[in-house]
């Protein structure tokens, strides 16, 4: 019995064993596991293909043709999903004019529809963030005086207390995010362009990322105190003070003196 069982058992079995099951687990913990970040759906395979056309005739030369990115030159696109290609292009800064610091934005190249196309195509090469929902990115919903603290405390080193942006190292910058639609608010957070970190739902929770926003619109929408003075706070104000006060008590004074003479 003994010599049957060696033979039907061999000494590798309990190690290969640890592994299949090693292997079973991690297979049924990806099925099960929920996605923050998919890979869109919602585009038919002609915008697939639409959007494959789109890239083959335009950002191709920088990216390659498979997106798998070129070293030095532009980076791969694989795995970045819809929402990185929705912002990026969706606020001009692809495809990019000049090798620089940064990208900076302009002008939109395409039209919504070929952007939704362009993201489809990307998204299909592998999962990825989403463009957000409507509900997602709709301020109404959000708590502005949540946004404010998360904001100070995630954003305002780079973006300012109020989001009008600030200067960064080696000639990159963090641009102002009050003139941002929602949508493009909640995907730079979620992607990390240029410069920012990514903000995931681990870090930011969504309820959070849309409190932010709610925070951003109150700001953009005009000053409660009248004149922004360019919204930088004591700077601004100090030198209203020594150009209008200061200059109508120097003024007031050269006329007094000029009529007692």
């Not at 529809?113 to 990825?128: M, P, Y």
Request: aromatic share 4%; hydrophobic share 45%; proline share 7%.
């Amino acid at each position: 019995m003994h010599s049957l069982a060696r033979r039907r058992h061999h000494r590798a079995a309990p190690l290969l064993l640890v592994l299949a099951l090693l292997a079973l687990i991690t297979g049924v913990a990806a099925v099960a596991a929920p996605g923050t970040a998919t890979a869109s759906t919602e585009m038919s395979e002609e915008d697939v293909v639409a959007g494959e056309r789109l890239f083959a005739a335009n950002c191709a030369s920088c990216h390659g043709l498979d997106a798998q990115g070129q070293d030095g030159v532009a980076p791969s696109l694989v795995g970045v999903g819809a929402a990185a290609v929705d912002f990026q292009v969706g606020t001009g800064r692809m495809p990019m004019q000049a090798s620089g610091p940064q990208a900076p934005a302009k002008p939109v190249q395409f039209t919504q529809d070929e952007i939704e196309q362009l993201a489809a195509w990307v998204a299909s090469l592998g999962a990825g963030p989403a463009i957000p929902t409507a509900e997602q990115v709709d301020p109404a919903l959000g708590d502005a005086a949540n946004g404010m603290l998360a904001f100070r405390t995630n954003c305002a080193m780079c973006h300012g207390s109020i989001g009008g942006g600030g200067a960064l190292t080696q000639g990159k910058y963090a641009p102002s995010v009050l003139n941002s639609t929602p949508t493009h608010l909640y995907e730079a957070m979620l992607t990390g362009p240029q410069s920012m970190p990514v903000f995931n739902d681990a870090n930011i929770t969504p309820e959070t990322k849309r409190d932010i926003i709610a925070y951003i619109d109150f700001q953009s929408n005009g000053s409660p105190g009248g004149l922004t003075l360019g919204s930088i706070g004591p700077v601004s104000e100090g030198l209203w003070a020594w150009l209008v006060l200061l200059g109508l008590i120097i003024a007031s004074t050269i006329w007094v003196g000029a009529r007692s003479s």
